[in-house]
């Protein structure tokens, strides 16, 4: 198997290797043939296999999806043969998803998310999905995903608060994207530009002034630096 062994795939014949092991060498593995060589082994060799090997390959696929669309189905093919993935994995694989263009491919990891059982969210989870959701204009996943993340006494942390009005916003719900940002306790310049936007770019061009100026005036009285 080139320069890959048994030793480099968190097994042995012996059973002893160590996840340092796999960590340190499997992360030379470049290439989409070599990361399948690897997955190859590990399945071939489960009853051996460190419970860490499949999420390292699904952390490596990950950080390869810029190379072409096919890496990005191998990677979903993975994560779905993981169980219960680790929920900074899930967010990573959301973020790049998010991040790719592939607003579709991150709410069906979101769907397969919420298949498994045991899978855990955290604040973190809601910025690229609502990303996502923003790209795809789905408004219904998105309205969804704002239950959830109240329901999980998310909807108040500030990261998730501007993917809800940006979420709103791009879906043209200008008025729950309002409501949001009024109950924000701090608005930055990127949530005040969302909201702003999202008047504009539905015509609301009346409200734009208005908003501008309280915009202005808050940024004056709080010594906020405009840019």
């Known amino acids: 198997m080139s320069s890959f062994s048994l030793n480099t795939l968190a097994f042995s014949p012996h059973s002893t290797t160590t996840t340092t092991t796999t960590t340190t060498t499997a992360t030379t593995a470049t290439t ?55 929920t900074h994995l899930s967010n990573t694989f959301l973020r790049e998803l998010s991040r790719k263009a592939e607003p579709k491919k991150a709410l069906l990891v979101y769907e397969r998310m919420r298949r498994k059982e045991g899978l855990g969210v955290d604040r973190f989870t809601f910025p690229p999905l609502l990303k996502a959701v923003s790209k795809a204009s789905a408004l219904a996943e998105g ?15 500030p990261y998730v608060e501007t993917g809800l009005v940006g979420m709103y916003s791009a879906c043209g719900r200008i008025l729950e994207a309002r409501l949001v940002f009024d109950k924000m306790s701090h608005r930055d310049v990127v949530t005040w530009s969302i909201m702003i ?31």
């Open 32 to 86: 989409i043939i070599q990361l399948k060589q690897v997955h190859a082994q590990i399945l071939r060799r489960s009853s051996n296999l460190n419970p860490s090997s499949n999420t390292l390959i699904l952390q490596l696929l990950v950080s390869s999806c810029t190379l072409s669309p096919h890496h990005l189905e191998y990677a979903l093919h993975v994560f779905d043969q993981i169980p219960t993935p680790h």
């Open 143 to 157: 309205m969804e995903i704002h239950g959830l993340a109240a329901k999980l006494g998310f909807d108040s942390d």
């Open 197 to 227: 936007d999202g008047y504009g770019f539905y015509g609301i061009f009346s409200l734009v002034g208005v908003v501008a100026y309280i915009f202005f005036l808050h940024s004056y009285l709080n010594c906020f630096e405009i840019n």
